[in-house]
């Protein structure tokens, strides 16, 4: 890439920013959907198992369990933005994927590794969500209303285990899905390989660089979505009824 723009000036500095339209496009879908739509699933899945969770685990137990399950959920569902993502890393890693066209594998191709991306979805979410509802449901007492400091310690530590939970499925998921649209390379071919090749601790190379940089982008997105979430829904509470 730093081959690409040296010398052409302003110009060569989008040579540093490839997939930077899909890339934004993708981060702006998924935060909108992940953090909008999981208060509601989480309110879903207390009403209806709520008394459940709690005569297992206790009301505070029951609450933080509720919060997990439902980020479970919204991982899942995450998938149906999968091309975007495809997109981005294509552009990446493999532009001459894009001379080929970004249908050239079908559908099918921009899917590529969505079984993988659920469960990393899915066991990502459920730590990010879970972990923060650690910090929401067992710190600060009664209070009806959290503190900056707990939304932000809860967004840390959610972040955190978020990527260190997800990283083996987020690298077999970005091998997957680097190569051409058209590939037929397999989950498990590349989970076996990897194993095989470079041993357990492949599965979590690059993790540091990724808990400094996405971490705190994360921890950023995570609390100001909660507190806004939460201005909002005491704004609305205090408004008079007309």
Not at 69 to 87: Q, R
Not at 115 to 135: D, E, K, P, Q, V
């Amino acid at each position: 890439m730093l081959r690409d723009g040296y010398g052409k000036g302003i110009a060569g500095i989008g040579a540093l920013y490839p997939g930077f339209g899909w890339g934004f496009a993708y981060k702006i879908a998924q935060r909108t959907y992940k953090f909008g739509l999981q208060p509601v699933v989480k309110d879903l899945f207390h009403k209806r198992w709520g008394p459940a969770f709690s005569a297992v685990l206790g009301p505070k137990g029951g609450h933080t369990f509720s919060e997990a399950l439902a980020g479970c959920a919204i991982g899942v569902g995450e998938v149906v933005l999968l091309p975007l993502d495809v997109l981005k890393i294509k552009r990446q890693t493999n532009p001459e994927a894009f001379k080929k066209g970004i249908l050239s594998g079908g559908i099918a191709g921009l899917y590529k590794g969505a079984a993988t991306t659920a469960l990393r979805n899915a066991m990502g979410s459920f730590s990010l969500f879970g972990a923060n509802g650690l910090i929401k449901h067992y710190w600060g007492g009664k209070q009806e209303k959290r503190t900056l400091l707990s939304m932000v310690a809860g967004s840390t530590l959610g972040s955190v285990a978020s990527i260190v939970v997800a990283s083996p499925f987020d690298v077999v998921k970005t091998r997957l899905q680097k190569g051409e649209f058209t590939s037929d390379l397999k989950a498990r071919k590349v989970f076996r390989e990897i194993l095989a090749k470079e041993g357990p601790s492949a599965f979590f190379k690059g993790l540091t660089p990724k808990v400094l940089a996405a971490g705190p982008k994360l921890t950023f997105s995570f609390t100001m979505a909660q507190w806004l979430i939460q201005y909002f829904e005491t704004r609305l509470a205090d408004k008079p009824v007309a």
